[in-house]
């Protein structure tokens, strides 16, 4: 990947590393609404790996990988702060479904299913999963979990310091503690979906094919696990406070 002359060989490792863009952009998407293009994940990503190339020093004490791979997590997600990635409509529709979550564990002491869910929320079982389908991107976690709930600027939601830092709760103990013990207790086939995901690094075409379910099923596992897990640790009304109780568990939704 060096010139004759010692320098990094620009061309080369774009030529090298491209795939490794793409790879962390269908990552990525996941974890995006439907609504964001993967095309625009990947240009972002590449302006990232360009400036990575052009800021790279051996001397940095890290391999050009690793630290490219920084650069172009950081070039995408900014592309994304940009462009406001998370609508209100997309939180609001998956706090209607945390809350029902919350409703029916607490009547039936296990987790609903997805008719139940759908029968709750006063729609069909498609229209459900369609709303699960919409709401890729959901995130266990939002700066709003911590504010009181007045609508603010997207920037302002996001700024450095804002008081309460998400990140501060989940490196709470106790919030580990519930976490952990709530993915544990997630429907068979959701908890597989997490751990394929998160661990084992797979984008969702790929468990897909370890599940034998279409990648769009994949993504309403994933939708529906966060929820699941948002309402156990936020509470139906979707605080910062905890849950204690847990359901006792029960066969995983029919897929």
Known sequence: MYTASGTLDRDQLVVHYAPLVKRIAYHLMAKLPASV?????????????LDAIGRYEEGLGAQFETYA???????????????????????????????????LEQTHGRHPTERELADSLGMALAEYQKM???????????????TDGNDDDYLERHAVGHEGDPLDALLDQSMRDILVASIDDLPEREKTVMGLYYEEDLNLREIGEVLGVSESRVCQLHSQAIARLRSRIHGSKGGPKARRGRPPKNAADAA
């Open 37 to 49: 293009q993967v095309d625009d994940i990947i240009q972002n990503g590449m302006i990232g790996l």
């Open 69 to 103: 791979v920084q650069r172009i997590r950081g070039s995408m997600l900014d592309g994304l702060r940009e462009n406001d990635w998370l609508p209100r409509s997309l939180r609001r529709d998956m706090r209607r479904i945390e809350g029902a979550i919350h409703e």
């Open 132 to 146: 699960l389908q919409d709401a890729r991107g959901h995130q266990l976690v939002y700066f709003e979990d911590f």
